[in-house]
């Protein structure tokens, strides 16, 4: 099931987005080998890092890590899904896509910076 988008809720965010780079996020995360620590790193690296966290969606899958940003006019979260397809059933051992949520009136070209920084920081 790997690389597949999910559309699910996250609570406490209005709406689930698809940037154009999300292809790409998910290519260099699925290669890195990335533990918390890592992505926590990451998180700190990009202006408005709130905070870092395990989330579940209501499709009820508890994602590895999720890291939250604070944006002018809302939230941001890029959730980081687990490794587990040791098959690669599609190619990629992600057990499914990155998924990113806005909470507010977020800018578009906000959390395209968001995600270009996410993807040069990984």
């Not at 939250?68 to 040791?86: S, Y």
């Not at 977020?106 to 993807?119: G, S, Y």
Request: charged fraction near 30%; proline fraction near 3%.
């Amino acid at each position: 099931m790997s690389k597949k988008r999910v559309e699910t809720m996250l609570k406490g965010y209005g709406k689930q987005v698809f940037p154009d780079m999300l292809d790409d996020l998910n290519r260099r995360f699925d290669g890195g080998g990335f533990s918390g620590a890592s992505l926590e790193n990451t998180g700190k690296q990009i202006e408005g890092f709130e905070k870092m966290d395990r989330p579940i969606t209501k499709d009820g899958y508890c994602w590895f890590w999720g890291l939250h940003f604070l944006t002018k006019a809302g939230k941001i979260a890029v959730l980081f899904p687990w490794a587990q397809d040791w098959d690669k059933s599609d190619g990629s051992q992600l057990d499914r896509s990155i998924a990113v949520y806005t909470k507010g009136k977020v800018d578009p070209k906000e959390l395209e910076e968001i995600a270009v920084k996410v993807l040069k920081a990984l």
